[in-house]
């Protein structure tokens, strides 16, 4: 359903975009949010994004990571810049038709399987 590509080492201060490839019946009303998960860590929500444009992101995020949608490719964006070592983690999508809290991880039927994001400082 979800697929998620992208992901590699970067040095801090660098971009990465992450991209996840939905399946045709996930609609563009589903709200799409990225998580990560670091080492020892819950999962955690980065950015989300709900039609028509609506869009929530940590305060750890902001202003650096941009989250976007192409519905005509089916696919998702995060274009994370200015990394911190802090942001290194497995990075994975999400599909919710539920609009609770944009972050809990616990509303969400879809996932993919994750993409690693590693900054060196």
């Known amino acids: 359903q979800l697929v998620e590509s992208g992901g590699g080492s970067v040095q801090a201060g660098g971009s990465l975009r992450l991209s996840c490839a939905t399946s045709?019946?996930?609609?563009?009303?589903?709200?799409m949010t990225w998580f990560r998960q670091a080492p020892g860590k819950e999962r955690e929500g980065v950015a989300s994004l709900q039609s028509p444009g609506t869009t929530y992101y940590d305060d750890s995020v902001k202003g650096r990571f941009t989250i976007s949608k192409d519905d005509a490719e089916n696919t998702l964006y995060l274009q994370m810049n200015s990394l911190k070592p802090e942001d290194t983690a497995i990075y994975y999508c999400?599909?919710?038709?539920?609009?609770?809290?944009?972050?809990?991880?616990?509303?969400?039927?879809?996932w993919g399987q994750g993409t690693t994001v590693t900054v060196s400082s």
């Open positions: 045709a019946n996930i609609s563009p009303r589903y709200r």
């Open positions: 999400a599909a919710s038709l539920q609009f609770g809290n944009w972050d809990n991880r616990f509303g969400y039927k879809y």
